[in-house]
Every structure is written in structure tokens, then in C-alpha cells.
């Protein structure tokens, strides 16, 4: 983690209340700072939402980074995450004349599963660690992904 | 109480103790405006431009310590008043400004002087909110007074359509404020005290960097003791200029791109820097890897983001300055001023080697001398605002301020037009002091329009021009960066300004001698009336010391060497 652009996985606890996220968004382009995927949702029977924020930059930026957040003051929370859970979802498309056995194995390794199956496309799913749906991405290049869609992670602390 | 929005709104200021506000009416803010009639608990000052209403606010937040109060419309009115917004976010002002919006049902339809007012202050305020309903109206300005003024004061923007301040709903001021999610850190660690004290103890050659957020605590006379009783020098960042007063043998000077040599040099030489209400900035710094390269670090701040944002620290206490001073206080007995006597005369050759000084060697006036000469004529019972440019550092330099909020300027952002307009506000707070406005040929036109103001309310602001016919910070960058390529900074083409001041029923002079000075200052003081002061004086004098941008803070460019006259 010591190297000058690790990636890092930021939780933020926030009021869940209208322009909070432009405030998060702002701060983050505001003072140059990445943001490689976020996600957002309420946290159920609170008045709070949840983000998680994977970024990326040297020790001194994150600390930066989590102060800033600290700073908004709809934030009540930021964790930045050493040891974690890490899950991001992907859905691909496919034409349904590719091998859609191969694929469902493929996905099934990654745990996922087909998810929809039309008259001309089918629809697979995969969750896992965002590195290895980074691979799964790799693999499944030469059955011709149509569209891809990943849902940037979200992240617990163990 | 049931009342419509537009009362809230005076009712929240009318409760917060506000006894003046400064503000442009306009289409969407006219219901609060009605209100504003109707009443006599405070003054509106009439400003004749939004940025000015916001500068006057700011002016007199940090001549009184209160919040200061803007009122403009929606639309220009809002973006005319950014830049003063922006200016307070910079400089820790607590402001709350409050702008009209077009009603509810119209926003977001590009409707007539609509704009995303709230989007547009986010990156500059410490809070905005957009009020949708009035009956969120106390708690909002009640929430605003409050964020505004602690922890890192600063501006808060409140939003209001034009239908909310219409709208009749309950209002009860008296809530308890529930902000969960904001609690600022005020008690710094005793632990962390206790080993920052037990560091400077074990210094040889210890500083006290002094910073803006001192004047924002109120701790100025509270550090003035903890220096007298460790017998550490000080250096004074330029928002901390009257933290110590000018006589004060343990101040060195102001340091930073301007800074005195023996500031820069001390601040070079430490073996530790404590920094109280300080934020590292740039200006100050110079090239950040050879700051106070062998030093270690204590900083207090308010601001955890300030802590160890530029430069590491090793002792990073989070608090109010002035609760964590006193601690040092009660701690002070650990210290033995006598330890640092060498350091101070080393201090004291350095300041004989190079000293704060200029020479008056051309036939016209030195803006130097005419700063001087107003702190010996004046001193204490002026309080200095400033513009931008070399007259702000050169008086920044040398005035002798005697006490904390006496020196108000634009110090991070670097506001060219905010000087007259501050000045106003600091009369308006503080009406038994002089409010002088050091300005300069650039500066006073970006917002002379304030004669108005300052004549039709009575708030003689006396503003010194320092005219030199430049834009000359820009041009003395140009003089020694650019070759002297002096691209579009020659002011030789100008308005009267004896005539300009007297348009709008001000007094002016125009003064070339030392004499006419005196006369000109004496006669601005006794009339008691606005004024502008018009100084020719020497056109290409430099600001010295001078850091080159991105230099080290002791890769000083000096101030040539003569006999002073």
C-alpha cells in the first residue's frame, strides 16, 4: 500500500438529503482528485445513504482525501478500508448465437449466472472481487460482448 | 408563529443579534426586501454592486468578530456576489448570504435571471442550502449562524425562492440545533500538548509561526503572553499581521514572499516550527521540500485538512487556537526564555544584515514612506484595509499594527476590488476608529462605485491611492520575469480622481510632497468625510524581499544596498 497510486476503497456516511452527492463529486474533481467508480444507496431504516468510492493516489492524497470528506457536513463517517470485503456486479450481453454453454460455465465460476434469455440476445451476470470480474472481462472477450456493464464495488470491513 | 418566510427571515437576523447587513435588492429577493421596510431592529447598507455588499460584510465580520450579513437576488445579483463568497471561503470569514431564487416552480426552466445558485457556491462556501420549504427556514439560518461562525468559520450561502419568502408557515427560532454529523474538534489533546511543549523545551532554535486563525479565535492577546513567557521570536504570516504588536521585541516580521530576511531566514534556520492558526500556504512556504527543511513541526488548527496538508507534522494538535494556548500556558514552565538568547541575537543579525527598509532616493514619494507616515500620524486609532498588489504588501510590511483586526485584506484569494468596499464594512462596525483604504491606480477602479455607499451613509472611508500608473505587482513581475516586457500594465491613461471622489460628493487630493500629504491626511481626518488621497509616487519602485515563485524562502531577491537618505 505504500506506493504513490495504490488503489483505495473509501466508505462514506452521508445524510441522505438532495445535492449530497454533487458535494462529494464536487470536492473530488474540485481538488484533482480520481474517481475510478461509486456507488450509492440508502441505508435501510436510517436517514443515511452509503457510498463507496474507489480512488487511487499516495498516502498524503487519501489522507487529504478522507479529511476533505470529513469536512462536507452532511458526511458523519469516512472509513477508508484496509481489510475488506470487495464485491462489484457486471451484466454482459451476448448474441444468442455465441456458445452459451461456455459462457454459463464461465460465469458460473465467477458467480454468476445467465440471467436473461431473449430472442436474439442472452444476458449474463457475474459478482465477484472487482479484480477478478476485471479478468472474467478478459476471458469472455472472444464470445463477442455486445455491451458490457459493470457496477462499480461495494465494500465492508471484515 | 405563524409568519411568512420573508419575516423569518428577518425575525433569524433580528434573534442572531445582526445589527447590520449589507445587500442589493432585486426581483426575487423583493419580498424580503418589503420586510426589511417594515422594520427598524437593524441597518441595511445600500451597497451599488453585489461583490461590494459581500466585501462589506467581510469587512465588518473581522473588524467586529460577528458574522457579516449579505442580502442580493437571484441570478447576476447571486454571481456578482461569488467573488466576495469565494474571498471569505478563502480568508475563514464567517459570512451567512442570503440570495432570492425564482420561485419553485420555475427552477430549472432557464426562467428570467435564473440561475444554479447553489450549484455555483458549493466549491466556495463551508455550506449552502436551498430552502424549498419556509417552514425549514429557522432551522436553516439558525444552522447557517452556526456553521458560519465555528470551528474553520466561514461563508455559508442560503438559497431562498421567491415563493418560500411568500409562503406562511410556523416559526419558532428557539430549536435546538441537531447537526449530527457536524461537530467541530475545539479541545486539542493534552498529551499532544504536553509533548509539543516538551519539544520546544528541547529546541535550540524554536519559532512561532503565527497565522490568521489566531485573529479568528481570539486568541491574539493569549499568544502575545506565551511568546513574552518563552522568549521564542515570532514571525506573522500576512493574515496575522497585529497578532503581536509591532513593538513587540519577539516579532520578527512578517515572512513569505514579502517576508523580511530575517523572517524567511529564521523560518529557514528553526530547528522547530510551531505554527499556531497556520495553513502552509504557498505564498509563505516558497519551495515546500526546502521549507524549514531541518525543523520539526508542531501545528495547531481547527482544521484537521490543515494538519499535514502541505508539510508533514510531527506534532499535530487539533483544536482551538486559543483553548490549546492556554494549555501551552499552564505548560509554560517547562521552557527557559534564557536557552534561546543565542537564537534571538542571531535573529537580530540577520535583521541588521538585511532590514525591512527602502530608500528614499527618487524625487517623487516612496508608497513606503506614505505607509509609514500614516502609522506615525494614525498608528492605533486607524483600522487598514487594503487592495491587492504591491500597496497591499508594502503595507502589510510597513505599517505598525497594533492589535488583531486592525489589518483587514484579501489574503488567499487575492481580491483586487476589495479594499474600498471592506473598508465600509470596517467603518460601519467600528465608527470611532479612521477606516483607511491603502489602494492603488489598478485596484480603486474595480470598485469606485462604493463612493456612493460611503457618501450617501456617511462611512468616510479615506482611501490612499498609491498611484503609480502600473498595474505594478503585475508589472514588477514583468520588470524582473518577463524581460521587461510590461504587456498591458502601463495605467498612464487614468480618470482625475480629485474629480472622480467629487462627483460623487467625496473629497479629493491629489498630493506630490511630503507636505501635501500631511495636509492632505489631516484635512481627509478632520472633515470627516470620504476621501480619496491621490499619491503619485515613484513608478517603478519593487516590492522587497522578494521569494521568486517556487524558490526557497531563503533564495531572497534583496533590496540593493545604499545609505538610507
Given at each position: 500500500m505504500q506506493d504513490e497510486n495504490a488503489r483505495r476503497v473509501i466508505s462514506v456516511i452521508v445524510v441522505n438529503e438532495a445535492s449530497v452527492l454533487s458535494r462529494i463529486t464536487d470536492l473530488f474533481s474540485g481538488r484533482g482528485y480520481n474517481i475510478t467508480s461509486l456507488t450509492v444507496a440508502p441505508i435501510p431504516d436510517s436517514r443515511y445513504s452509503r457510498l463507496t468510492i474507489v480512488t487511487s493516489g499516495s498516502i498524503r492524497v487519501i489522507e487529504q482525501i478522507t479529511k476533505q470528506l470529513h469536512k462536507l457536513i452532511p458526511v458523519l463517517k469516512v472509513y477508508e478500508h484496509a481489510d475488506l470485503v470487495e464485491k462489484e456486479m457486471a451484466l454482459i450481453k451476448f448474441s444468442v448465437s455465441e456458445n452459451i454453454t461456455d459462457i454459463a460455465t464461465l460465469c458460473a465460476a465467477y458467480n454468476g449466472k445467465i440471467v436473461n434469455v431473449g430472442d436474439n440476445v442472452i444476458i449474463a451476470m457475474v459478482a465477484d472481487e472487482p479484480k477478478r470480474v476485471d479478468n472474467f472481462l478478459k476471458i469472455i472477450n472472444k464470445y463477442n460482448p455486445k455491451e458490457i456493464v459493470r457496477s462499480g464495488a461495494v465494500a465492508l470491513e471484515r | 408563529m405563524q409568519i411568512s418566510g420573508a419575516q423569518m427571515v428577518i425575525e433569524a437576523l433580528i434573534a442572531e443579534g445582526v445589527d447590520t447587513i449589507f445587500g442589493y435588492p432585486g426581483g426575487a429577493i423583493m419580498n424580503v426586501y418589503d420586510e426589511i421596510y417594515k422594520q427598524n431592529n437593524f441597518k441595511h447598507i445600500l451597497t451599488r454592486h453585489e461583490q461590494a455588499a459581500v466585501h462589506a460584510a467581510e469587512g465588518y465580520s473581522k473588524a467586529s468578530g460577528k458574522v457579516g450579513v449579505a442580502l442580493i437576488t437571484s441570478g447576476p445579483g447571486f454571481t456578482n456576489a461569488v467573488t466576495g463568497i469565494a474571498d471569505a471561503y478563502m480568508d475563514s470569514i464567517p459570512l451567512v448570504v442570503i440570495s432570492g431564487q425564482v420561485p419553485m416552480s420555475l427552477i430549472g426552466t432557464d426562467a428570467f435571471q435564473e440561475i444554479d445558485a447553489v450549484g455555483i457556491s458549493r466549491s466556495c462556501t463551508k455550506h449552502n442550502y436551498l430552502v424549498t420549504d419556509a417552514s425549514d427556514l429557522a432551522r436553516v439560518l439558525k444552522e447557517a449562524f452556526y456553521i458560519a461562525s465555528s470551528g474553520r468559520p466561514g461563508p455559508v450561502h442560503v438559497d431562498i425562492p421567491k415563493d418560500v419568502t411568500a409562503q406562511i408557515a410556523e416559526f419558532d427560532y428557539s430549536i435546538e440545533l441537531n447537526l449530527e454529523t457536524y461537530k467541530p474538534?475545539?479541545?486539542?489533546?493534552p498529551r499532544q500538548i504536553k509533548k509539543a511543549m516538551e519539544a520546544i523545551s528541547k529546541a535550540r532554535r524554536p519559532i512561532f509561526y503565527l497565522g490568521g486563525g489566531i485573529v479568528n479565535s481570539n486568541a491574539a492577546y493569549e499568544v502575545r503572553e506565551l511568546v513574552k513567557k518563552t522568549g521564542i521570536p515570532a514571525v506573522e504570516t500576512f493574515m496575522a499581521r497585529g497578532v503581536l504588536s509591532h513593538d513587540d521585541d519577539l516579532l520578527i516580521s512578517m515572512l513569505g514572499m514579502h517576508g523580511s530576511y530575517a523572517a524567511n531566514m529564521a523560518m529557514s534556520e528553526t530547528d522547530l516550527v510551531i505554527g499556531l492558526g497556520v495553513r502552509f500556504d504557498d505564498r509563505v512556504t516558497g519551495k515546500l521540500s526546502e521549507f524549514a527543511k531541518n525543523a520539526g513541526v508542531i501545528h495547531v488548527d481547527i482544521d484537521p485538512a490543515s494538519i499535514s496538508k502541505l508539510v508533514n507534522a510531527d506534532y499535530p494538535i487539533v483544536g482551538d487556537v486559543k483553548n490549546v494556548v492556554n494549555e501551552m500556558l499552564e505548560l509554560s514552565s517547562l521552557i527557559n526564555p534564557a536557552k534561546y538568547s543565542a537564537w534571538r541575537e542571531s535573529i537580530r543579525n540577520f535583521d541588521e544584515l538585511h532590514p525591512l527598509t527602502y530608500h528614499e532616493d527618487s524625487a517623487r514619494l516612496k508608497p513606503q514612506w506614505v505607509i509609514e507616515r500614516v502609522g506615525e500620524l494614525l498608528g492605533d486609532i486607524a483600522n487598514i484595509s487594503t487592495d491587492v498588489g504591491q500597496h497591499q504588501m508594502w503595507t502589510a510590511q510597513f505599517y505598525p499594527f497594533s492589535?488583531?483586526?486592525q489589518f483587514i485584506s484579501s489574503g488567499g484569494l487575492g481580491t483586487m476590488g476589495f479594499g474600498f468596499p471592506a473598508a465600509i464594512g470596517v467603518k460601519a462596525a467600528s465608527p470611532d476608529k479612521v477606516s483607511i483604504n491603502f489602494t492603488g491606480d489598478g485596484s480603486i477602479?474595480?470598485?469606485?462605485?462604493?463612493l456612493m455607499t460611503a457618501v450617501e451613509r456617511k462611512l468616510p472611508v479615506i482611501n490612499i491611492i498609491l498611484n503609480n500608473n502600473y498595474l505594478g505587482m503585475v508589472r514588477q513581475w514583468q520588470t524582473l520575469f518577463y524581460d521587461k516586457r510590461h504587456s498591458e500594465t502601463d495605467l498612464s491613461v487614468q480618470p482625475d480622481f480629485v474629480k472622480l471622489a467629487e462627483a460623487f460628493g467625496g473629497i479629493g487630493y491629489r498630493v506630490n510632497t511630503k507636505e501635501e500629504f500631511d495636509a492632505a491626511l489631516k484635512d481627509a481626518v478632520e472633515k470627516n468625510i470620504v476621501a480619496f488621497i491621490e499619491v503619485i509616487i515613484e513608478r517603478l519602485e519593487n516590492v522587497m524581499p522578494m521569494v521568486p515563485s517556487g524558490g526557497s524562502l531563503f533564495n531572497m531577491m534583496l533590496l540593493e544596498k545604499k545609505e538610507k537618505k
Open positions: - | 474538534h475545539t479541545k486539542g489533546n492589535r488583531p483586526r477602479l474595480m470598485n469606485c462605485q462604493e
